[in-house]
């Protein structure tokens, strides 16, 4: 799979960014969601492989050990879809999307969006919610994943899902972990932390 790399990136003020993490030597994201200069990224394989060998890193840490475990299961099994395109691989990739999502909604609302009202209250901003909008797009995104993979199972079972499907689900998965994963690292890990503490103390 190729890897985004090339030369020197644009100015910052045409949408580029010379800012990169460790000495992989890429140029950070465009200016956008994360503004020029914004945190740097490990560069990531992308599009459809030529080879199938497609290697899908796990994202950055979320600070929460048993959902970053999660995290490098889900892109192990992408990475096997990628080698065989099989019926069973598509099958692995949902349990595993399947397991980690339940997990992850299940801590996110204990210890991030308990307190947001489900669903979302009006719009106006008297009833205006951040954490109760970012659950609903956030879990929302997890259904969206979760067809794709519905049908890259059914596909597989025809013999047909192709190189380049298997390259979307991949880009898919980072792009919900850039923009979704990364927000609610430091507050769950921090609440989790509180807990684990709260409940020591209870206990001495």
Known sequence: ASLEEGGAPPPCDLGGCGRVEGD????????GDRGCCGPAKVPRARGAPADGALEV????????AILDEDH?????????????RSPSAASA???EYEAHFAREERLLDEHVYGSAPHPPPSSSPAGFSADAGARKSHFGDHLRLLRGVEEAVEAASRGALD??????????????ADRYDGAYADRLSASMGAAATAGTAAAL
């Open 24 to 31: 992989g030597g890429a140029p950070d994201t465009p200016a």
């Open 93 to 95: 990739l949902l349990a």
């Open 163 to 176: 190189a380049s499907a298997v390259a979307r689900l991949a880009e898919d998965f980072e792009t919900h």
């Open 72 to 84: 490098e299961r889900c892109a192990a099994a992408l990475s096997r879809l990628a080698r065989e």
């Open 57 to 64: 890193p796990p994202p950055r840490s979320v600070k929460v």
